[in-house]
């Protein structure tokens, strides 16, 4: 986010409805994530710098509730990547459409023909 100036008067009214806390209770968290949820409903081209800024401060302060609240354990990243595509009903094949078009991504024993094949 650019360091833009804020309108002090809206940005004041919006932290004064918002009244945004470190959240200890699941009370606050609710009442917090509605906030950021209509706020995230709005065209992006809908929201102002104001807007913008508040829901970057709501999105750390869930964040850091979530983190302190729900850690997730270590694990290693193969692991987890298995179960996201297990609970998403997802096979390993259907990422091709979601990561980037890049040589890091290819199968290496394809990535080997094909140097073999141009030199």
Known sequence: MSATILD????????????PVVIHSTTEYRRLLRTASGLMEKPEEEISDEEG???EMLAMLIEDYETRRCPLP???????????????????????????????????QRQARDQQESG
């Open 8 to 19: 002090k008067p809206k940005y004041r009214q919006l932290l004064g409805d918002t009244l």
């Open 53 to 55: 800024r508040l829901l």
């Open 74 to 108: 270590p694990t290693e990243p193969h692991k987890m990547l298995a179960h996201l595509l297990k609970e998403r009903d997802m096979a390993p094949a259907d990422l091709q459409n979601m990561l980037p078009k890049s040589r890091i991504f290819r199968d290496p």
